[in-house]
């Protein structure tokens, strides 16, 4: 195990390793880290690290590279990255390809939740994201790009409960993420969703709500489209970790809705 005097020193390397785009190297840092001291001395490390340095080394790895920090990233770490993804974001980005920006960060979510198969940690890892208002921002971003299933997954959750199955009208990667983050965090759930559909103020509302086959028939109730919610989170970036909203910023609307 690692001492608290190894900490800054490895600490200090990984953010000069990470700010000079050499991310290889410091996996390999942490990987020797955990040889010699244990996986306690990365963990200790990528939670001491500022959240912007471990964004832009997070941002490197997505569900199919492997990565040390990805397995073993502090929940609430990652949570207090999360905002800063958004900062390398361009205008053109987000005005030509908006849907491909989301799946990039679809991508590093899904990754990160669904590295392992320890259910605590995912609950963890999905209830420290979506507690800010940010979180339920990205959160309702990746939702966008699956409107329609995901009206269906709250419905069912309304109906259902615990004993929903999670069956949507299209074979979508998202609904998953969506039970998940459900049962991780009710509040956290219901504001994903409003941050979505702003005319609902409460999930039950959700149950009646249903999208028409007919394209060209106006919309019973306002969605967010993907390219808003990306500027949304890019205004939602902090200047700096002082300012990184604390859990609880925004008020919770939990209902209690698998118990």
């Not at 960060?105 to 963890?124: I, K, N, Q, T, W």
């Amino acid at each position: 195990m690692t001492t608290t005097a190894n900490l800054p020193a490895l600490s200090k390397q990984v953010s000069e390793l990470v700010l000079a785009g050499s991310l290889g190297h410091a996996e390999q840092a942490f990987s020797e880290a955990a040889e010699q001291h244990g996986d306690l001395a990365v963990v200790e490390v990528l939670g001491s690290l500022p959240p912007q340095v471990t964004a832009l080394h997070l941002s490197g790895f997505d569900g199919g590279k492997t990565s040390l920090a990805t397995l073993l990233v502090p929940p609430q770490a990652w949570a207090d990255s999360l905002a800063f993804f958004a900062a390398t974001w361009s205008d053109d980005n987000i005005e030509d390809d908006p849907e491909r920006v989301a799946e990039s960060l679809f991508s590093h979510v899904h990754g990160v939740v669904f590295s392992s198969d320890d259910e605590e940690r995912r609950a963890a890892l999905l209830e420290a994201a979506s507690a800010s208002d940010y979180g339920s921002t990205i959160f309702a971003i990746l939702f966008s790009m699956a409107p329609r299933e995901i009206l269906e997954v709250a419905e069912e959750i309304i109906s259902k409960g615990p004993y929903m199955t999670g069956q949507t009208s299209s074979d979508s990667d998202l609904v998953p993420l969506a039970i998940e983050l459900a049962k991780a965090s009710e509040d956290g759930w219901d504001r994903a969703l409003f941050e979505l559909f702003p005319d609902f103020r409460h999930s039950a509302d959700l149950a009646d709500a249903e999208f028409s086959d007919d394209p060209d028939d106006e919309p019973k109730f306002l969605q967010r489209s993907t390219k808003e919610l990306l500027y949304r989170l890019r205004k939602q970036v902090p200047s700096s970790r002082s300012s990184v909203p604390k859990r609880g910023a925004r008020k919770s609307l939990g209902t209690d809705i698998f118990s």
